[in-house]
């Protein structure tokens, strides 16, 4: 199996940037696609990015185009996730979480949470 551990969320203004980390464990040769996904109170859980782990192709939610980058470091096991221009709606609770070869998100990490003031 895969376990997931988020860090790297916090406080930030608006304009502002930070950096996500996500670490997999486990059974990490069956990884076929890491994304980030984030849920806002209220809302429903949306996908933010994706990256393919071998080919690296990555995916990138309109609202976020030109401000974030997924990256991965395979050595490390670990997908990034860089934020730039943080605006107020960027604050949610941010999670990654692995495909396998089923093709279905169902390995979630804990979340970290990020909040932008304005």
């Known amino acids: 199996q895969v376990q997931l551990v988020e860090s790297g969320g916090g406080v930030v203004q608006a304009g502002g940037s930070l950096s996500l980390s996500c670490t997999a464990s486990?059974?990490?040769?069956?990884?076929?696609?890491m994304g980030w996904f984030r849920q806002a109170p209220g809302t429903e859980r949306t996908i933010v990015s994706a990256?393919?782990?071998?080919?690296?192709?990555?995916y990138y939610a309109d609202s976020v185009k030109g401000r974030f980058t997924i990256s991965r470091d395979l050595a490390k096991n670990t997908v990034y996730l860089q934020m730039n221009n943080l605006k107020p709606d960027d604050t949610a609770v941010y999670y990654c979480?692995?495909?396998?070869?089923?093709?279905?998100?169902?390995?979630w990490g804990q979340g970290t949470q990020v909040t932008v003031s304005s």
């Open positions: 979480a692995a495909q396998k070869t089923t093709g279905r998100y169902d390995i």
């Open positions: 486990g059974r990490t040769f069956s990884i076929y696609v």
């Open positions: 990256i393919h782990w071998i080919g690296g192709n990555t």
